[in-house]
C-alpha cells in the first residue's frame, strides 16, 4: 500500500489525532518559513506518495513550489490543495482555517469517518473587557450598570 501525504504549513492543533492521521499513512510537513524553501525537502516529502494535500491559508504559494519542485519526477504524486482533480474547489481560499473545516477534508480525503480525529477541547471564549478594566481603573472612570 503507498502512502498518502499531507503537508500543511499550520501548526497541527489535535495532536491527540497525530497517531491517528498516521495511522492511516498521512505524512504530515509544517512548513514555517515559505522562503528559501529547499526543493530536495519537499521531494524527500512526497517519495513513496499517491497524493498531497496541501493545506494553507489563502493563497497556494507552498502548492505551487511543490508542484515545482516535482515537475521533472520520474514518478509524481497527484497535488491538491485550493482545487481538487476535477478543479473544483477544496481547500478554501478565504480566512483563517479551522479544525473544523478540516477535519472533513482530510477525512474524506484517506476514507474515514471524521469521528475518527480527536476533537480539541475548545476553550470558552474569552470575555471582553474594557480598557479601564484591565488597568483595574473600571470604578474611576466607567459609570455605575
Do not use: N, W
Not at 511543490?66 to 473544483?88: C, S
Not at 471564549?125 to 455605575?144: H, K, W, Y
Amino acid at each position: 500500500m503507498r502512502r498518502r501525504l499531507a503537508a500543511s504549513p499550520r501548526p497541527c492543533t489535535a495532536s491527540a489525532s497525530a497517531a491517528a492521521i498516521a495511522a492511516h499513512g498521512v505524512r504530515v510537513m509544517r512548513v514555517g518559513l515559505l522562503y528559501p524553501m529547499d526543493p530536495s525537502d519537499l521531494r524527500e516529502l512526497a517519495d513513496g506518495v499517491d497524493e498531497v494535500l496541501v493545506v494553507e491559508e489563502k493563497r497556494p504559494f507552498v502548492e505551487r513550489f511543490l508542484k515545482e519542485a516535482l515537475f521533472d519526477a520520474p514518478v509524481r504524486p497527484r497535488v491538491l490543495g485550493k482545487t481538487d482533480e476535477q478543479g473544483r474547489p477544496l481547500v478554501p481560499a478565504h480566512g483563517a482555517l479551522s479544525v473544523d473545516d478540516l477535519v472533513p477534508l482530510l477525512a474524506a480525503r484517506i476514507g474515514v469517518e471524521p469521528e475518527m480525529f480527536a476533537r480539541p477541547t475548545h476553550r470558552p471564549p474569552r470575555r471582553s473587557i474594557t480598557v479601564a478594566q484591565a488597568a483595574g481603573l473600571a470604578a474611576l472612570v466607567e459609570p455605575d450598570q
